[in-house]
């Protein structure tokens, strides 16, 4: 397998049809509006989570074209987080992937509604898509909605602002928090390019994708953790040292880079198991998780 070429070949699929979103109304008086959430949108990105997408449907069916609404779908409910993420009641972040957040190019209320936009977009895209059935579609936005909601995404990103600078109670450390602020949106990613397969999954399949993405999101935030102490602004395309600054919990406050390192190299080793034991073509999945464990943005 050459992962290089494969990822390649998965992104720019991706980029294409991005590309073409948000285009149909760009003559009309909330033309502003659509530029802001393009602009989010199309900003680069790794584009984890719909290559994810396709990549496990590719890995059920052969084919990575079914899952490419619901790919298109995560990654504007993704860019959605993004945007609010930064907002100055939340990160208050002025840089995102080497550019101005949306809220410093186009003022904080169009930031917002251009976060809202995208987030009522992704579900349009998964509930509209022709290239899975609408009883897919239906799964697949329950899916999403699960993890996006208030025992997912926005729990976790409830509990990452109000326990800034304080220890959690028990039973809601990192691994909670980060499971549902990072995790859920991986894992959604891996059960929608399932969802999208014209191959049923079997139960067997569904449970190793979603020990895959747990191990996968709890690597991905440590790494993340480690970025922000060891790497510079120029290579993150973002402020670095500002949890630090903001108080924020993390798993290089608390475990050191060393023993940071030794927690993702094990997490990483767990989603790999989890894949070859459930899928016949697991080797690109593993890659990504190797991939990720040593990436330096």
Known sequence: MDFDREYREALALVEEELQGCFLDHMDGPHRELLEAMRYSLLAGGKRVRPILALKFCEALCGEMEPALDYACGIEM????????????????????????????????????????????????????SRRTTPVANGKACAVLARAAGQNGMCAGQYLDIKWEGREPPDGYGLSQIDGWKTGALLEAACLLGLTASPVEPSPRQWEAAERYASHLGIAFQIRDDMLDVESTEEELGKPIGSDAEN?????????????????VEQLTEQAKRSVREAFERPEFLCGLADWLAERKH
């Open 247 to 263: 108080g924020k919990n993390t798993y290089a406050a608390e475990y050191g880079l060393d023993g940071c390192r030794e927690l």
């Open 77 to 128: 409910l993704h860019t959605y987080s993004l945007i609010h993420d930064d907002l100055p009641c939340m990160d208050d972040d002025g840089l995102r992937r080497g550019k101005p957040t949306c809220h410093v190019k186009y003022g904080e209320w169009l930031a917002l509604l251009a976060g809202d936009a995208l987030q009522s977009a992704a579900f349009e895209r998964l509930a509209a």
